[in-house]
């Protein structure tokens, strides 16, 4: 099978809105509704650094898409298209209609349609997917809008994703964990639900810890994080125990769930939102279990230190 087949076989065009014109010219040609600006994110996962070889490719396509949509949440942005540079050592026909099967079901859920790509040769599984989305002018949602006095608030159980990896990596199997790992969740419906309340927001694939401290850079401000109101999935407890939960929670990444600041929220909160503490004026983050202080550091993932 040459490229040409591949793409035809594997990536045929969706329809939707906006499409001029899509896959299979040199580029795609977008309708953007007037009075729109466009953002835009990439991410990149290679093969044993970002994920295992031996995941389903399925389940490796449903990650590539969260974390491209879980940037575009952070920004309160609609999704709208995207493109695919796909990387693979040879041509396993199994493993692609897989991975392609996988990379639809989640745009479609995700609300995103892929216009193009590239397709090549690497030595290990490359991927990177370009992701643009819409937002209302100026209603994007940035790092650097908090301020002291604003509530801190997440969404969704944060140290899931990590402790499901980690699960699968030694070879043992807790279905609710996998599923945080391996089908996260979207949280555009959430950001597009909230974005007037927010005054800041990120994602927290890298850990809620080091993440939250980029967002404070980004706004100049600092935080009282209370530990003992860290939302911890009962399977996630019963997995790796208080302490192991919260430090997973704090520190274990792939989590595509927003963390973000308000200086008012509706008197209900949706759902699957927690308020875990406050910004106050200063740098930095001040850990607290109920009044008492706890000394925690981390920086995050850091692919290069
Ligand atoms: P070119 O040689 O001009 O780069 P390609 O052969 O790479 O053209 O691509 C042909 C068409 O197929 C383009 O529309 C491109 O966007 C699309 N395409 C290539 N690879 C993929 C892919 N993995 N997924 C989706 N579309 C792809
Ligand atoms: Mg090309």
Known sequence: MDEF?????????????????????????????????????????????HFPAALPPADIARRLVAANLSDLAAMAAIPRWMLLSLAVPEVDANWLAAFAEGLRSAARAGGITLVGGDTTRAPVVSLSLQVTGMVEPGEAVTRGGARAGDGLYVSG??????????????????????????????????????????????DISDGLYGDLGKLLSASGVAARLQLDRLPLSA?????????????????????????????????????????IGDIVAGDGIECLDGDDIVDFRDPGYLHFQ
């Open 157 to 202: 159980h944060p140290g899931d994703a990590a402790g499901g990896l980690r699960v699968f990596a030694e070879g043992g199997e807790n279905e609710a964990l996998y599923r945080a790992f391996a089908h996260p969740v979207c949280r555009t419906g959430l950001a597009r639900e909230l974005r007037h309340h927010m005054s800041a927001a990120i």
């Open 5 to 49: 087949e591949l793409i035809r076989r594997f990536f045929p065009q969706a329809d939707a809105d906006g499409i001029v014109l899509g896959i299979g010219d040199d580029a795609a040609v977008l309708e953007v509704p007037p009075g729109y600006q466009l953002v835009q994110a990439l991410d990149t996962m290679i093969e044993d650094v």
């Open 235 to 275: 399977p996630l407890v019963a997995a790796f125990g208080e302490a192991g939960a919260r430090r997973l929670a704090l520190t274990g990444g792939d989590d595509y769930e927003l963390l973000f600041t308000a200086p008012a929220m509706p008197d209900r909160l949706p759902g699957d939102v927690t308020r």
